[in-house]
């Protein structure tokens, strides 16, 4: 049985979101009588990818600033380095030891090398780390960094390095759940401050955007990949893909990977222009309903927005939301935002606290490890011991 919602336009889909109850929207359940009761035997072949949630983390690869380097920029600007007072374990170990399987790279253009090599606040405090990762930072090719000359700082320096600690883990954990990995395109120039010179990143292009695709594809086999050209099959668009047939089944997708652009804007018309369907690529975009590229939708204020989650959710929509704000509930230990998160059916639950905050708040967000049915999509009968990998 397919979900009602596919026969819906756009306008009505969204008067629908306006009028329903919460709790009340129609759920895409997978076709076919073998799926009309649940079992461990059949669930990998009845449940999708989209009934599933997850845990994630924020800026993934993020470690702290260097320690000297906050205490004398502080001179300067004190308390400048607060929102980024966080870090991340490796890759791996977020996959592995904390069952993550959502994470956010943020990649910078360096197509000749060496662009972020001599970061000026670690040579202000002689960082021993800037020599340790000469020779990867001289290298050409997408460099993975938070904010370039103070937050520089990265378990994994370049994309192709990224990639390839997820690809390594995946390969050798085959019947993973599919891990959404999401790419922030950073080009923008930076004020300088106190001693601080930013260097002036590289401005992504309709050329050199395509550098995602091409190192994504270096890295992974495209057949490890859940591409839109996978989940569209023969519709006209990706969005009535979705609507009509669904995501993937776990049996389909377990152990593979999907990729998304989180820009918006300039960035994201950029990676569309000549593929408006996304034919050929590789990321999926952040687009709403009515767009023909509609499948994945950032939203990251679930405080504003929760009621409209669980709609798209519902509607079969992957949406992707945040459980916390650098690092506001990590100091107050306030969980309402982490609450909603968890309960709206976002599939992506994105935090920078899947471990203890180190601030004494307590807070931490967590989910069964490596997931659960998710609260919204999931249809009837679905159990969390069925998603065990």
């Known amino acids: 049985m397919r979900s009602p919602l596919k026969v819906f336009s756009t306008p009505l889909l969204c008067l629908l979101v306006a009028v329903v109850p919460l709790g009340l929207y129609p759920v895409i359940a997978t076709d076919g009588d073998e799926c009309a009761t649940l079992a461990s035997e059949n669930a990998d072949r009845c449940l999708r990818l ?11 690869y ?8 906050v205490s004398l920029l502080d001179l300067h600007r004190e308390g400048w380095s607060r929102d980024i007072n966080y870090e991340h374990r490796p890759l791996a170990g977020q996959l592995g030891l904390l069952g993550l399987r959502q994470f956010e790279l943020d990649v910078f253009a360096d197509s000749e090398g060496g662009l972020f090599a001599n970061p000026a606040g670690g040579r202000l405090v002689n960082d021993p780390e800037i020599e340790a990762n000469y020779d990867v930072m001289l290298a050409p090719g997408l460099k993975v960094l938070h904010s370039q ?20 883990w995946s390969l050798q954990n085959p019947t993973h759940l599919p891990i959404m990995i999401m790419i922030e395109l950073k080009d923008a120039a930076r004020a300088d401050w106190g001693p601080i010179r930013y260097t002036t990143p590289v401005l992504f ?11 994504i594809l270096q ?31 776990l049996a389909r997708s377990r152990g593979k990977v999907l990729f998304a652009l989180d820009n918006t804007g300039r960035h994201r018309e950029m990676y ?41 959710v519902a509607a079969g929509y992957l949406v992707r939301t945040r459980s916390d704000i650098p690092v506001q509930e990590a100091v107050s230990g306030d969980t309402t935002r982490r609450n909603k998160a968890l309960t709206s059916g976002a599939q992506y639950i994105s935090t920078d606290y899947a471990e203890v905050s180190p601030f004494g708040s307590g807070y931490q967000v967590v989910l069964p490890k490596p997931g659960r049915c998710n609260p919204v999509s999931a249809p009837a009968g679905c159990r969390d011991e069925f998603l065990l990998e």
């Open 272 to 312: 569309l222009e000549g593929a408006p369907v996304l034919q050929t690529r590789i990321l999926f975009v952040s687009a709403g309903p009515g767009h023909p590229a509609a499948a994945f939708i950032k939203m990251n204020d679930v405080m504003a927005d929760e009621e409209l989650i669980r709609a798209y």
């Open 219 to 249: 890295v992974f086999d495209r057949s490890h990949i859940v591409t839109p050209d996978d989940v569209r099959g023969q519709h006209e668009t990706l969005e009535q893909a979705v609507l009509a047939d669904g995501w993937p089944t």
């Open 62 to 69: 993020k470690r702290y600033p260097a320690p000297e380097l």
């Open 149 to 168: 000359d103070v937050d520089y700082r990265s378990s994994c320096l370049s994309l192709k390095l990224c990639l390839s600690e997820i690809r390594d």
């Open 205 to 215: 292009s309709a050329e050199n955007i395509h550098d995602v695709d091409r190192e």
């Open 50 to 60: 989209n009934q599933v949630q997850v845990l994630g983390s924020h800026n993934s």
